[in-house]
């Protein structure tokens, strides 16, 4: 029942109803863990119950970035929720937030669920869209939602009473990738109606060598965009593992160049955070 701090998307991470994914994302830092099937936690009462705690005796300053007001719990931080929702009592546990004075719960997905919409959490669910140019969606997120499908679905979650927010990561720089932000900048304009409302946050790519390995044997055309050793440097991370990440002299530039895009074409669409 570990609850992790965040501090970014959310302000904690909760304990995991779901580990594993049923999508096969190039990037995903999920497989290299688990490569393949999904696990489904049978206790989710336990889950709620030690989230149920965490709120009520964990001191945490209020406003902050993640939100005015409440405590924020990321539920989905090594599935897609959407995605797995038919897997999960996911009523209860939307419920569970919906009706809880402190706690809110959140999560990031590329799988526009119409069955969500039949459910009205008030506020207290934010589902975090995942955007990228679709040609790199078709590379790199195959069988996912459509882009235009996300965007489109914005409106009709927030209709619903969700809190509605883009996820623009991971952020893959490469020949034209300006241009390829700036005609899905575009679309957002035409599609978004609640433009106070939808914020963003942004993450650049950091890749995995032994992801990589696997993607050189399964799906070798996908490394022609993630494994750029001319503009990457090698990062251990807090758990050991080799990453890459955009070198730090030229990442600074690269998030520049976003920031600038960005607030020329949808200034109304806050960034939250940016790395």
């Not at 669910?125 to 078709?138: E, K, N, T, W």
């Not at 009709?156 to 020949?175: L, Q």
């Not at 106070?196 to 650049?204: G, P, T, W, Y």
């Amino acid at each position: 029942m570990l609850i992790r701090p965040s501090g970014r998307s959310t302000d904690f991470i909760s304990p995991s109803f779901g580990y594993g994914c049923l999508y096969n994302c190039s990037y995903c830092y999920m497989k290299r863990h688990k490569p393949d099937g999904l696990s489904i936690s049978t206790n989710t009462g336990d889950i709620l119950t030690a989230i149920n705690n965490h709120a009520y005796f964990t001191p945490v300053n209020k406003p902050n970035q993640t939100h005015a007001d409440y405590t924020t719990y990321d539920i989905s931080c090594n599935e897609d929720f959407a995605l797995h929702a038919k897997y999960h009592d996911w009523e209860r546990i939307f419920e569970f937030f919906r009706d809880h004075p402190v706690a809110m719960g959140a999560f990031a997905t590329k799988y526009v669920n119409p069955n969500l919409i039949n459910f009205d959490p008030q506020g207290k669910i934010r589902i975090r869209f995942s955007l990228m140019p679709q040609h790199m969606s078709d590379i790199h997120e195959p069988n996912t939602s459509k882009i235009i499908d996300r965007i489109k679905a914005i409106n009709a979650f927030i209709d619903a009473g969700y809190d509605v927010h883009v996820n623009f990561s991971p952020v893959i720089v490469e020949d034209d990738w300006l241009e390829d932000y700036e005609y899905l900048f575009d679309m957002m304009n035409d599609y978004v109606d609640y433009k106070d409302q939808v914020h963003a946050e942004v993450i650049f790519l950091t890749h995995n060598e032994k992801k990589h390995e696997e993607n050189l044997k399964k799906h070798p055309e996908t490394e022609l965009h993630l494994w750029n050793p001319a503009i990457q440097e090698e990062k251990i991370s807090q758990y050991g593992g080799t990453n890459i990440r955009y070198a730090k002299h030229l990442k600074p530039l690269y998030i520049d160049a976003f920031k600038a895009l960005h607030e020329r074409v949808i200034p109304w669409n806050k960034i939250r955070y940016i790395f």
